[in-house]
């Protein structure tokens, strides 16, 4: 009999132990989860800051004074690139001739 008691006993204090550190995991994990969903949260509202920044930044009636000011025009079409190929190819053809003026002098 003082067999099974004692053998309850040990199993009631494991169990205790064993709810315990549960339970502290537990709620170490909630307030981990509650850093991260504050750390979400501020920079949803860091993205929606920068998203009107950028709209206000971009508005074409506070970009033309500027433009003109710097002395800024429309692209030509010689500044346009079709494809990024074409951007290569025509920095790679600026380059070749480059180094062909400095070959010939």
Do not use: C, W
């Amino acid at each position: 009999m003082r067999l099974i008691i004692l053998g309850a006993l040990i199993l009631t204090i494991a169990s205790a132990f064993i709810l315990y550190s549960s339970n502290y995991d537990t709620r170490l994990f909630e307030a981990r989860v509650a850093e991260q969903e504050r750390a979400i949260e501020k920079a949803r509202s860091d993205i929606s800051v920068l998203k009107a920044e950028r709209a206000h930044l971009g508005r074409p009636e506070r970009i033309e004074p500027l433009a003109r000011a710097l002395g800024l025009g429309p692209a030509t079409e010689q500044q346009l690139a079709a494809t990024p190929e074409d951007a290569l190819a025509r920095a790679l053809a600026g380059k070749d001739s480059g180094r062909g003026k400095k070959a010939g002098n």
